[in-house]
């Protein structure tokens, strides 16, 4: 069974930065193609940004591109999301995800933004 805990979250003020990580266990990481969602309070989750397993293919939305990235290290089994030039509108729950067949999902980390 897939196992995923991101940890990285907390209270930021606009313009600053966090990165998130998203530690993977029971499953061949690299395996996997793994992406990042987030949920705002009375919105839906919404896509952030997806990696191939390779790292070779990346995708991101549109609300955060130039600002966030994702990276991955198979070797220690963990995706990241480094976000610059926060906005109080990036403020939600975040969530990775592993998919192969099947899509895991974590527990989420709160990341909020002050203006």
């Known amino acids: 069974q897939v196992q995923l805990v991101e940890s990285g979250g907390g209270l930021v003020q606009a313009g600053g930065s966090l990165r998130l990580s998203c530690a993977c266990s029971?499953?061949?990481?690299?395996?996997?193609?793994m992406g990042w969602f987030r949920q705002a309070p009375g919105k839906e989750r919404e896509f952030v940004s997806a990696?191939?397993?390779?790292?070779?293919?990346?995708h991101d939305a549109a609300s955060v591109r130039g600002r966030f990235t994702i990276s991955r290290d198979n070797a220690r089994n963990t995706v990241y999301l480094q976000m610059n030039s926060l906005k109080p509108e990036d403020t939600a729950v975040y969530y990775c995800?592993?998919?192969?067949?099947?899509?895991?999902w974590g527990q989420g980390t709160q990341v909020t933004v002050s203006s």
């Open positions: 990696i191939s397993r390779s790292a070779r293919t990346i």
């Open positions: 029971g499953g061949t990481f690299s395996s996997y193609s």
């Open positions: 995800n592993a998919n192969r067949l099947i899509t895991y």
